[in-house]
């Protein structure tokens, strides 16, 4: 059997209890299935997943795209689909480490015009912390199911030993040789200060040239990408003490001190009807952007990606913002309500926020409305989207976009192993 195939057969036992809710197995594996069905191109060293309507490869969206996965990875084909895009992503860091989405092989075709050029293997050089954090907390998942290790001897150690030069490195930009500069496109598709950005203070943070939506950082600390950056160290270190290498586990240990240490000092805030929550960004001179957007390392992530627990307090007042009209990026409509992004029509919402929201709460009655709510708004299509009209879910933004049907297979699954799925569509039928 191929890996699609197994993967088929362990998602089966759902069937009974997805047919209570109209056409809920029918969107769950179309959506579970998308990945490996759609965007996954195996060769025979490694393993390429291209991000569905565009095809290039992001580091963090191939990661997204399988991590529904590793729980089946004690079979031998998902496994090796796994290493391949661990050994594939190890390749690309250690191509170019600023980069943030890859061609599945050289090619000379530029869809944008940036300076410096990047490298034919490039698709595009927008510097994001995530893009590195990702392939970590891949890394350490995948260990913890299989007990694997033999991938990370070779590449991807040297690929480890890359993603820390670059946080340190970063940490005071002003050194940094790195700089973006593109030409005939909107401002957030560029940086400024001559593609070097917004001067920022030297705080213990690692600085962020752009957000996981790929849209430029206003200031150059991206908050929930340093929370993310400190946990990838701890995904780190245990892979460095697996590999025996005690000098990059110090220097793995120090950024995760230093990282949390600057968050701590200059990433919270005082709202004045929330109390202390996080900000989304700062320069660390004082200056702040308030916000959360959809795409993940998001404020509203924070749970999800291990950063802390559901019930955080500090966590639960930024939940607070970030879910209400204080968020400029928060909307309402008719059929949704959740978060959207900048990077995307003004009011529309994202099925991955929405799945990201589920996945967070600690209300079985929140839960419930928000799986309604992304089931009622796939536009007739079957399939999560980029983003939605909430009044209008037939206008959404990017037809095939795996990385929020991955999500929606996420949220359902881990709900069945919970044992709470049952409960939930129960209550989301009598709504």
């Given amino acids: 059997m191929s890996a699609m195939e197994k993967i088929k057969s362990r998602i089966a036992p759902l069937k009974e209890t997805l047919s209570v809710y109209p056409d809920l197995w029918d969107i769950f594996e179309r959506c579970f299935l998308n990945t490996i069905e759609t965007t996954v191109k195996e060769t025979e060293t490694d393993t ?26 004690d079979d031998p084909e998902i496994a090796k689909m796994i290493e391949g895009l661990l050994s594939r ?14 061609n599945r092989e050289e090619n000379s075709f530029k869809p944008y015009n940036d300076f410096p050029r990047a490298s034919d293997w490039v698709w595009e050089r927008k510097y994001e912390i995530d893009s590195l954090c990702y392939p970590m907390w891949l890394a350490e998942k995948y260990i913890n199911k299989t007990g694997n290790t033999a991938f990370l001897s070779g590449i991807f150690h040297e690929a480890i030993k890359t993603v820390l030069k670059v946080f340190a490195t970063e940490q005071n930009h002003e ?15 560029t940086l400024s200060h001559e593609g070097k950005g917004a001067p920022v203070k030297v705080t213990g943070m690692t600085w962020c040239g752009f ?12 908050i929930p990408s340093n929370l ?46 929330l109390g202390e929550i996080y900000a989304y960004e700062t320069d660390g001179y004082g200056n702040y952007v308030f916000m959360d957007d959809a795409n993940v390392p998001s404020l509203l992530a924070l749970p999800y990606l291990e950063v802390c627990e559901k019930d955080d307090p500090l966590y639960k007042r930024t939940r607070a913002f970030v879910l209400s009209k204080h968020n400029p990026y928060y909307y309402e409509g008719a059929l949704a309500k959740g978060v959207g992004s900048p990077h995307s029509p003004a009011g529309y919402i994202w099925p991955i926020a929405l799945c990201v929201q589920a996945m967070t709460s600690t209300d079985d009655t929140e839960i419930a409305s928000l799986l309604k709510n992304v089931l009622a708004t796939t ?21 095939w976009f795996a990385w929020a049907n991955s999500m929606l297979a996420e949220t359902i699954l881990r709900l069945y192993e919970e044992g709470k799925l049952e409960k939930i569509l129960k209550m989301a039928k009598n709504m």
């Fill in 211 to 222: 957000r996981p939506s790929d849209d430029a950082c206003v200031l150059g600390y991206l």
């Fill in 379 to 399: 536009g007739g299509t079957g399939f999560m989207h980029e983003s939605f009209d909430p009044n209008k879910p037939e206008d959404f933004t990017r037809p």
């Fill in 228 to 273: 993310f950056a400190v946990r990838a160290m701890k995904s780190v270190k245990m892979l460095l003490k697996l590999l025996n290498d005690e000098d990059s586990y110090k220097e793995a240990a120090r950024l995760e001190k230093e990282i949390a240490e600057g968050v701590e000092a200059y990433g919270k805030v005082q709202h004045p009807e």
């Fill in 48 to 73: 390429f997943v291209i991000t569905g309507d565009i095809p290039a490869m992001w580091l963090r969206d191939s990661t997204a795209q399988v991590l529904h996965y590793v729980r089946f990875a």
């Fill in 89 to 102: 992503q190890a390749d690309c860091i250690l191509r170019d480490p600023y980069a943030n989405a890859f």
């Fill in 175 to 189: 050194k940094s040789d790195y700089l973006f500069i593109r030409s005939d496109c909107p401002p957030s598709d």
